[in-house]
C-alpha cells in the first residue's frame, strides 16, 4: 500500500513537472506567420521582451503632453520672439541638473588619454572650456579663470565657458561611454578594453553607431547564461539595438522639450500611478511665470510660513550691482554659478531650470519659428544625412572613430513628399523658397549657426528666467553665463514603466 502511494507521488510529480516544461517551452508566436519567435527550428527570428526603455544615468522622466509656448508674461524687451502656441512634445528624458565642471572634467580626461598621440593635438584642445569667459576689461575675475574649472572647490558647479558645438560632442561622448558600459556589463564587450583605449587608443574607440554597423568590434566578453543566440540556435557576441539592451544618443533637448521640461506641469495633474482608471485632470489651472508652480510662492520667494519663507527659488541677479543680497542676509547665496543641486526642483524633479547658467538648446534661431515650426515635437536645425559610404565597408570611420556621414542629395528627394531638401535648417526662413534673408553682420545678428539659449543665469534680472524667454549665440563662441544639460528620447508608452499606450477596456460580447 505504502509503495503504491509513493508510486502515485512520483507519478504525480513526473505529471507536474511535465505540465512545468510545457508551460516554460511555449514560446511567443508571430500573429502574422505563426511562427514562433526565438525558436531555432522555426527561422530563429529574434525578438526580445517588449519593455520600458531603461533610464540612462542622471536622467529624470519627463510624461510629455501639450501646452503653450513662448512667453508668458510682458514682452518688455520688444523681441517679439516667442509667441505664445499651442503645441504638443512626446515624453523624453532630460538631465536632473545641469552638466558639472567634475562630469566635463571626467570628458577632457577622456579625451586626453585617447588622444594622447600628438597628431590630436587639435582635438584635446578643441574639447577644453574657454576659461577666459571670466575675464572682464573692468572687473577681477582672474581668480575664476584659474581655478573655476578646475578646483575640487567647484566640482559641481556647472560648467561655463562651453560652446554649443563642445556640448554637442560631449553629448556623443556620454552616449559613447554609457553604451559601452552597458555592454560590458551585459558580457558583450570586455573590460580591458577600456584600458586599451584610454594608453592612446585614438581612433579606435567604441562608438555605438560604428558598433552597431560592424565597424567597431572591440574585444568580445562572456554573455551572461541565457544571453543572445543567432538563427541556429548558437551563442551571439554582438548586440543590435533591437535586443533591447543599448539605450539611445544622450543629445541637447529642444527648444520645446527644455521648455516643457522646465514647467513641470505634471504638479498640477496630480495622476494615481499603476491605475489605468484614474488620471488627472487635463487641465493647467495656474500659468506660471517661472519653473515652479506659484502656489505657496511670491513668483520669486516661498511664501509659506515656515523655514522657508522668503528664501529666493533660484541664483538670479535681482538688480544692478545686486548678486546675492546683503552680508547677514544673503538672498540667493551666490554670487557666481551655484552647486547644481541647489535651489528648488521644479514638478519634474528638474533643477534650475530657471537661473543659474543659461543652457543650449538644440535650435536654430529664429525670432518666427514658434509660428513656422510643426505643432508636435517643433525644432529647427534639422539637416538630414546619410552614411558616407565613399570608402567602403570597413573604412566608414573619421579621425575620431565615428562613422562618416553626408548630406542626402536634393535630386533624390524630389519624389518625397514629406520632405524635399536636406538642408532644413533655414527652411521656410532665411532661403530662396520664401525669398527671406539674413544678412549676417550686416542687417542682422542671425545666421545658421545661432543658437537657442534659454532659462536665465546668475548674471540675469528676473525677466530671463520666465522658461519662455529666448535668446541666442553663435554655435562656436561661449560665456560665463551659459552651460547646457542632456536629453534622450524616450521609447513606449507616453506615462513610462508600466503603462501601456491607448485606453485599454474590458472585452465585452456583442449582442446578436
Same mark, same amino acid.
Given at each position: 500500500?505504502?509503495?503504491?502511494?509513493?508510486?502515485?507521488?512520483?507519478? !504525480?510529480?513526473?505529471?507536474?513537472?511535465?505540465?512545468?516544461?510545457?508551460?516554460?517551452?511555449?514560446?511567443?508566436?508571430?500573429?502574422?506567420?505563426?511562427?514562433?519567435?526565438?525558436?531555432?527550428?522555426?527561422?530563429?527570428?529574434?525578438?526580445?521582451?517588449?519593455?520600458?526603455?531603461?533610464?540612462?544615468?542622471?536622467?529624470?522622466?519627463?510624461?510629455?503632453?501639450?501646452?503653450?509656448?513662448?512667453?508668458?508674461?510682458?514682452?518688455?524687451? +520688444?523681441?517679439?520672439?516667442?509667441?505664445?502656441?499651442?503645441?504638443?512634445?512626446?515624453?523624453?528624458?532630460?538631465?536632473?541638473?545641469?552638466?558639472? =565642471?567634475?562630469?566635463?572634467?571626467?570628458?577632457?580626461? $577622456?579625451?586626453?588619454?585617447?588622444?594622447?598621440?600628438?597628431?590630436?593635438?587639435?582635438?584635446?584642445?578643441?574639447?577644453?572650456?574657454?576659461?577666459?569667459?571670466?575675464?572682464?576689461? !573692468?572687473?577681477?575675475?582672474?581668480?575664476?579663470?584659474?581655478?573655476?574649472?578646475?578646483?575640487?572647490?567647484?566640482?559641481?558647479?556647472?560648467?561655463?565657458?562651453? =560652446? $554649443?558645438?563642445?556640448?554637442?560632442?560631449?553629448?556623443?561622448?556620454?552616449?559613447?561611454?554609457?553604451?559601452?558600459?552597458?555592454?560590458?556589463?551585459?558580457?558583450?564587450?570586455?573590460? @580591458?578594453?577600456?584600458?586599451?583605449?584610454?594608453?592612446?587608443?585614438?581612433?579606435? =574607440?567604441?562608438?555605438?553607431?560604428?558598433?552597431?554597423?560592424?565597424?567597431?568590434?572591440?574585444?568580445?566578453?562572456?554573455?551572461?547564461?541565457?544571453?543572445?543566440?543567432?538563427?541556429?540556435?548558437?551563442?551571439?557576441?554582438?548586440?543590435?539595438?533591437?535586443?533591447?539592451?543599448?539605450?539611445?544618443?544622450?543629445? !541637447?533637448?529642444?527648444?520645446?522639450?527644455?521648455?516643457?521640461?522646465?514647467?513641470?506641469?505634471?504638479? *498640477?495633474?496630480?495622476?494615481?500611478?499603476?491605475?489605468?482608471?484614474?488620471?488627472?485632470?487635463?487641465?493647467?489651472?495656474?500659468?506660471?511665470?517661472?519653473?515652479?508652480?506659484?502656489?505657496?510662492?511670491?513668483?520669486?520667494?516661498?511664501?509659506?510660513?515656515?523655514?522657508? *519663507?522668503?528664501?529666493?527659488?533660484?541664483?538670479?541677479?535681482?538688480?544692478?550691482?545686486?548678486?546675492?543680497?546683503?552680508?547677514?542676509?544673503?538672498?540667493?547665496?551666490?554670487?557666481?554659478?551655484?552647486?547644481?543641486?541647489?535651489?528648488?526642483?521644479?514638478?519634474?524633479?528638474?533643477?534650475?531650470?530657471?537661473? @543659474?547658467?543659461?543652457?543650449?538648446?538644440?535650435?536654430?534661431?529664429?525670432?518666427?519659428? @514658434?509660428?513656422?515650426?510643426?505643432?508636435?515635437?517643433?525644432?529647427?536645425?534639422?539637416?538630414?544625412?546619410?552614411?558616407?559610404?565613399? +570608402?567602403?565597408?570597413?573604412?566608414?570611420?573619421?579621425?575620431?572613430?565615428?562613422?562618416?556621414?553626408?548630406?542626402?542629395?536634393?535630386?533624390? !528627394?524630389?519624389?518625397?513628399?514629406?520632405?524635399?531638401?536636406?538642408?532644413?535648417? @533655414?527652411?521656410?526662413?532665411?532661403?530662396?523658397?520664401?525669398?527671406?534673408?539674413? +544678412?549676417?553682420?550686416?542687417?542682422?545678428?542671425?545666421?545658421?549657426?545661432?543658437?537657442?539659449?534659454? +532659462?536665465?543665469? $546668475?548674471?540675469?534680472?528676473?525677466? $530671463?528666467?520666465?522658461?519662455?524667454?529666448?535668446?541666442?549665440?553663435?554655435?562656436?563662441?561661449?560665456?560665463?553665463?551659459?552651460?547646457?544639460?542632456?536629453?534622450?528620447?524616450?521609447?513606449?508608452?507616453?506615462?513610462?514603466?508600466?503603462?501601456?499606450?491607448?485606453?485599454?477596456?474590458?472585452?465585452?460580447?456583442?449582442?446578436?
Amino acid at each position: 500500500m505504502q509503495r503504491l502511494l509513493r508510486l502515485k507521488h512520483f507519478t !504525480l510529480v513526473l505529471a507536474a513537472a511535465a505540465a512545468l516544461g510545457s508551460c516554460k517551452a511555449k514560446k511567443a508566436k508571430s500573429d502574422m506567420t505563426g511562427w514562433n519567435y526565438n525558436d531555432k527550428n522555426m527561422g530563429g527570428f529574434h525578438v526580445a521582451k517588449a519593455k520600458d526603455i531603461k533610464t540612462g544615468p542622471g536622467l529624470v522622466f519627463v510624461q510629455g503632453g501639450t501646452f503653450t509656448m513662448g512667453a508668458t508674461n510682458e514682452d518688455i524687451m +520688444g523681441d517679439w520672439n516667442n509667441i505664445p502656441r499651442r503645441v504638443t512634445v512626446n515624453s523624453f528624458f532630460i538631465d536632473k541638473t545641469e552638466v558639472a =565642471n567634475v562630469h566635463y572634467r571626467e570628458y577632457i580626461h $577622456w579625451i586626453e588619454n585617447v588622444f594622447s598621440d600628438p597628431q590630436y593635438e587639435a582635438v584635446v584642445e578643441g574639447a577644453k572650456p574657454d576659461t577666459l569667459v571670466w575675464r572682464s576689461e !573692468l572687473a577681477y575675475n582672474e581668480p575664476y579663470v584659474e581655478y573655476y574649472f578646475r578646483h575640487p572647490s567647484y566640482n559641481f558647479y556647472p560648467v561655463v565657458g562651453v =560652446n $554649443w558645438k563642445q556640448a554637442h560632442d560631449f553629448c556623443i561622448w556620454r552616449t559613447d561611454r554609457v553604451n559601452q558600459n552597458e555592454l560590458i556589463q551585459a558580457g558583450y564587450q570586455n573590460k @580591458n578594453v577600456l584600458k586599451t583605449e584610454l594608453q592612446g587608443g585614438g581612433q579606435e =574607440n567604441f562608438n555605438t553607431k560604428a558598433y552597431l554597423m560592424g565597424e567597431y568590434q572591440g574585444v568580445p566578453g562572456k554573455p551572461k547564461k541565457g544571453g543572445l543566440v543567432d538563427a541556429q540556435g548558437r551563442p551571439r557576441n554582438t548586440v543590435r539595438f533591437d535586443d533591447g539592451i543599448l539605450l539611445p544618443g544622450y543629445r !541637447l533637448p529642444t527648444e520645446a522639450e527644455w521648455e516643457y521640461a522646465a514647467l513641470g506641469y505634471i504638479n *498640477q495633474n496630480p495622476q494615481v500611478r499603476g491605475s489605468e482608471k484614474k488620471r488627472g485632470e487635463e487641465l493647467v489651472s495656474n500659468k506660471q511665470i517661472f519653473s515652479w508652480n506659484n502656489d505657496g510662492y511670491d513668483n520669486l520667494r516661498a511664501t509659506r510660513r515656515g523655514t522657508w *519663507q522668503g528664501s529666493f527659488l533660484a541664483n538670479f541677479k535681482r538688480g544692478s550691482g545686486d548678486n546675492m543680497g546683503t552680508a547677514g542676509g544673503l538672498n540667493d547665496r551666490s554670487a557666481i554659478p551655484a552647486e547644481v543641486t541647489a535651489f528648488f526642483p521644479n514638478g519634474f524633479g528638474v533643477y534650475n531650470m530657471s537661473g @543659474n547658467v543659461s543652457e543650449w538648446v538644440a535650435d536654430v534661431y529664429r525670432p518666427l519659428t @514658434n509660428v513656422d515650426a510643426d505643432d508636435f515635437n517643433p525644432y529647427r536645425g534639422n539637416r538630414f544625412q546619410k552614411v558616407d559610404m565613399s +570608402g567602403g565597408q570597413g573604412n566608414l570611420r573619421d579621425d575620431l572613430g565615428r562613422i562618416k556621414m553626408v548630406d542626402e542629395v536634393d535630386s533624390t !528627394l524630389r519624389n518625397r513628399r514629406n520632405y524635399q531638401r536636406s538642408y532644413a535648417i @533655414n527652411y521656410m526662413d532665411g532661403d530662396s523658397l520664401t525669398n527671406t534673408q539674413y +544678412g549676417y553682420g550686416i542687417t542682422t545678428l542671425i545666421s545658421d549657426k545661432s543658437r537657442v539659449i534659454k +532659462g536665465g543665469s $546668475w548674471n540675469d534680472r528676473a525677466y $530671463w528666467l520666465s522658461p519662455g524667454a529666448r535668446r541666442f549665440l553663435e554655435e562656436d563662441q561661449s560665456s560665463n553665463t551659459v552651460g547646457f544639460r542632456c536629453a534622450m528620447t524616450h521609447f513606449g508608452a507616453p506615462e513610462g514603466k508600466g503603462r501601456k499606450t491607448g485606453n485599454f477596456f474590458p472585452s465585452r460580447r456583442q449582442k446578436r
